[in-house]
């Protein structure tokens, strides 16, 4: 039975994230014997198909286009590839491949069909297939359900108040229409945020009201911790403590009860310990695999060495929701659309972003 509450408020999250530390681990770890198995974490590989040259200015963000990193940019994979990758992470462990293309929205064309595919291919392997791919039309999300997909994952990054001075290129608004149209599909919803990007504790929680206020909430919650890049306008950015993460970690526990929240991004900067307490604080999902789309992530040895020390198992797929019907192209119902929508372009100007963008031009 449910036990979700949907109207939380900023003032009763902060509640929670101040808490005396041993309180809040002790409340966390309680929501979560309640409703999870401690000792069993979900694993997930993060693939990225289609690499770098984003139209996006994220500031957080190596694979924008229009700031100067190192990372080599790729054109969208063959299916074949993504099926040997996927059947590699199955065999070290992993029960989901996440694949993530650099794009601003899904295109309806000839990509696109490559990426259901891509799905199709992975969802008879057994394994669950998410997909991160930018903004998302109704139709596409139910093509997308059609071809096996079981998530979606399309982060808020942070609170709507805080998003203006991350992000230039689109609205807090487009992500939670794009939510909207994955849960009107089968689809399950990935939805979480990245802390360390210069916000406020209130913006953090303003972003847990935004997710957990969502009916249903998302099925996973991923917290990342800032890979502060160089070339990227939050390439200054000082690391968070394990401190923050651990509260991140709890708090989103206690107010999404039944979601797998997921310790992603900014793991290599945490010890084992560090990564313990989360997992005692209510993680149950991590990303393996030593990249996560263009950023370290320890190795899938380490993680399962660590996983004996903690006396964790890798949770099996299809564990909470069942595995999706694959349809096949030629029998679809539903069509290329051939839609272009018109998603948000608010277009102000943020200062570190315009700064990052000038000194890549000094680069090039
Ligand atoms: S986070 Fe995604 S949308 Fe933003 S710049 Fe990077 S690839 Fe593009």
Redesign the pocket.
């Known amino acids: 039975m449910s036990e979700q509450k949907h109207d939380w408020t900023k003032q009763e999250i902060l509640e929670i994230y101040n808490k005396p530390l041993m309180e809040l681990l002790y409340e966390a770890a309680t929501v979560h014997r309640k409703f999870h198995d401690p000792n069993t974490v979900q694993v997930s590989t993060l693939l990225s198909i289609k690499t770098g040259g ?5 500031g ?2 190596p ?2 286009a229009r700031y100067h990193t190192d990372i080599e940019g790729n054109d969208l994979m063959q299916v074949s590839h993504v099926k040997a990758q996927a059947l590699r992470a199955k065999a070290s462990g992993s029960s989901r491949v996440c694949m993530g293309a ?3 929205n899904v295109k309806d064309g000839p990509e696109f069909d490559q990426v259901l595919e891509m799905v199709r291919t992975i969802n008879k392997l057994d394994m669950e297939v998410c997909c991160t791919l ?1 903004m998302l039309t109704e139709n596409q999300a139910q093509r997308l359900a059609e071809a096996g997909l079981y998530a979606y994952n399309h982060n808020l990054d942070t609170s709507e108040d805080y998003y203006k001075d991350v ?1 230039s290129t689109r609205a807090f608004e487009d992500r939670l229409d794009t939510i909207d149209n994955v849960r009107k599909s089968n689809v399950t919803v990935c939805s979480g945020g990245i802390i360390g990007m210069g916000e406020a504790i209130e913006d953090r929680a303003g972003m847990l009201v935004a997710l957990a206020t969502l009916n249903p909430q998302p099925e996973s919650v991923p917290i990342n911790a800032l890979v502060a890049v160089e070339g990227t306008p939050m390439e200054d950015m000082e690391p968070i403590s394990i401190w923050e993460m651990v509260r991140m970690v709890a708090t989103t526990r206690i107010v999404m009860p039944e979601t797998q929240v997921r310790l992603s991004a900014g793991r290599t900067q945490m010890s084992r310990e560090g990564q313990a307490m989360c997992f005692f604080a209510g993680a149950n999902s991590i990303f393996a695999g030593d990249k996560l789309l263009t950023t370290p992530n320890p190795d899938v040895n380490e993680d399962m060495e660590m996983f004996k020390l903690l006396g964790l198992n890798p949770q099996k797929p299809f564990t909470k929701v069942s595995q999706p019907k694959t349809v096949e192209a030629s029998e679809s119902q539903f069509k290329d659309l051939g839609e272009k929508p018109k998603w948000t372009r608010p277009g102000h100007s943020i200062a570190r972003n315009e700064e990052a963008k000038a000194k890549s031009k000094l680069v090039e």
């Open positions: 984003c139209p996006e200015d994220c957080y963000c694979q924008a650099a794009w601003r930018g992000i």
